[in-house]
């Protein structure tokens, strides 16, 4: 079964910290990866996208890498701000005819001053 | 230019209902895909349309149903509604098909549906 799974569930971080963000998946084949920032209330606004064959991509403060060898994603996000509190979501777009996005469960960030 | 817009953006309705959401894509976007997400969740895939046709349905009852009219504007509905059914139903626009590698969807704010 395609699955998508994050971790940690949530997380809190002060001001100006870094964290990662991690993503496993079990999606195959798959064609591309993508993170989304969804703020409370909010529709997913995506930060990054990255085909298998990418390793890593940057949007600003946020750097995403991929490993389709061990079909692991990590999102990190660096001197994080108070406005970065939202969920990530991981979310794998599976290829061989299908037009199904596999969305993850997500991580909560929050942000303290 | 204005993006993905939904409506209405909250509902209340009682068990065995029916309710419509509609949802407008970026103009001159031609694709339109629905998703629902239970909260604590992750977006589930129920439909994708574009050029008005179903191009892709997840794992949902046939209570769920959806079209794409002329002008690219979306509905989807949920007939004999049940209490699981409470949900933000999300709408996304692509500008082609998502059958394209990387096709990005821009998703609007979302329908938050409440069924007591």
């Known amino acids: 079964k395609n699955q998508v799974e994050q971790s940690p569930q949530s997380l809190i971080i002060l001001e100006g910290k870094n964290c990662t963000l991690q993503?496993?998946?079990?999606?195959?084949?798959?064609?591309?990866l993508r993170w989304y920032k969804q703020d409370t209330g909010r529709g997913p606004v995506s930060l990054t996208i990255?085909?298998?064959?990418?390793n890593t991509k940057s949007n600003g403060r946020y750097t995403a890498t991929l490993d389709a060898d061990t079909k692991q994603s990590s999102l990190h996000i660096t001197a994080s701000q108070l406005s970065d509190s939202a969920s990530y979501i991981c979310v794998v777009r599976a290829t061989s005819g299908t037009y199904k996005y596999i969305f993850g469960t997500g991580t909560r960030l929050k942000v303290l001053a | 230019d204005a993006g993905v817009t939904q409506s209405p953006t909250h509902l209340i309705k009682t068990r065995g209902q029916h309710v419509t959401l509609r949802c407008s894509p970026i103009s001159g976007h031609k694709s339109v895909s629905w998703y629902q997400q239970v909260l604590g969740q992750g977006p589930q895939f129920i439909f994708q349309y574009y050029e008005k046709e179903e191009r892709g349905r997840g794992n949902f009852p046939d209570r769920f149903s959806a079209r794409q009219f002329p002008n690219y504007s979306s509905e989807l509905n949920v007939n004999a509604l049940l209490l699981g059914d409470s949900a933000l139903y999300l709408c996304?626009?692509?500008?082609?098909?998502?059958?394209?590698?990387?096709?990005?969807?821009?998703f609007g704010p979302g329908t938050r549906l409440t069924v007591t």
């Open positions: 990255m085909t298998f064959s990418e």
């Open positions: 993503c496993n998946y079990t999606v195959s084949p798959f064609s591309n």
């Open positions: 996304a626009s692509s500008r082609g098909w998502l059958g394209t590698e990387l096709r990005e969807q821009y």
